[in-house]
């Protein structure tokens, strides 16, 4: 393991450079996983806030796409998290390649920390591609003062009628359906679809994600008009207990 305490550091994907931000003379850094087209960087700082950084070289850009959250600690909850570079939606193909990271972490040939682990998850298993992160609109959504791990699972409502509660278009709606039904999707999953891909086994239905499902399924939208609903669901994926 490699450790660092600079004022920044250098990344070197494939052709490309990328000089990651600042961070304050207290912290200490290291890459967690680093091959030609993804990196993953870690940054204790002194507060106890974790600064996560993902770097993909993308194939159909010269610009590599540039993901960033906060965590609360060693936590599974994230503070912020934002793109910083906007104009690159994060795709099927970004996915495929994180997805052989966590392969990799499964069968214990890397040691990514809990962090790590759990963005990469986030980014695999709950996302639906592409998907544009916003550089400023998502990275306020998420902030939060404390860790807020307030979800509601409603595992008891498979298969029942549960009603979903959204915002969008600056009203309040409400949409009654069931929950779990594999015709329209598992509506209340945390995560895309109903089945998983086989080494994440996610069986987690929250009152949030029922929330999201409705959103999108009104606006067409995952973030944008959905982006509130989109966060709160995705702290039920990352803490709720499976079903």
Request: charged letters at 20%; aromatic letters at 10%.
């Amino acid at each position: 393991m490699k450790l660092y305490a600079p004022l920044s550091f250098i990344v070197l994907s494939l052709s490309s450079i990328v000089v990651l931000p600042h961070f304050a003379q207290a912290s200490v850094c290291r890459t967690e996983f680093q091959s030609e087209k993804v990196a993953v960087n870690t940054c204790l700082e002194a507060s106890g806030l974790i600064d996560w950084t993902l770097i993909i070289q993308k194939a159909n850009s010269s610009e590599p796409l540039v993901l960033r959250a906060h965590f609360f600690g060693d936590s599974n909850s994230f503070r912020q998290f934002w793109s910083e570079n906007r104009n690159l939606p994060f795709e099927g193909d970004d996915q495929d390649l994180l997805r052989k990271v966590l392969s990799e972490n499964s069968a214990q040939k890397l040691e990514l920390s809990r962090p790590s682990s759990t963005a990469l998850r986030f980014l695999v298993h709950f996302v639906e591609t592409p998907i544009a992160f916003d550089s400023h609109d998502a990275n306020q959504a998420v902030r939060r003062p404390t860790s807020f791990r307030q979800y509601s699972p409603i595992c008891n409502f498979i298969g029942k009628k549960r009603t979903a509660r959204y915002t969008a278009h600056n009203r309040q709606h409400t949409l009654t359906t069931r929950v779990g039904v594999t015709a329209s999707g598992c509506w209340g999953r945390c995560g895309p679809g109903c089945t998983d891909d086989g080494f994440s086994p996610n069986h987690v239905y929250t009152q949030e994600c029922l929330n999201h499902d409705a959103c999108e399924h009104m606006t067409g939208q995952r973030m944008g008009e959905c982006q509130d609903e989109f966060w709160e669901a995705a702290d039920g994926f990352m803490n709720a207990p499976s079903c």
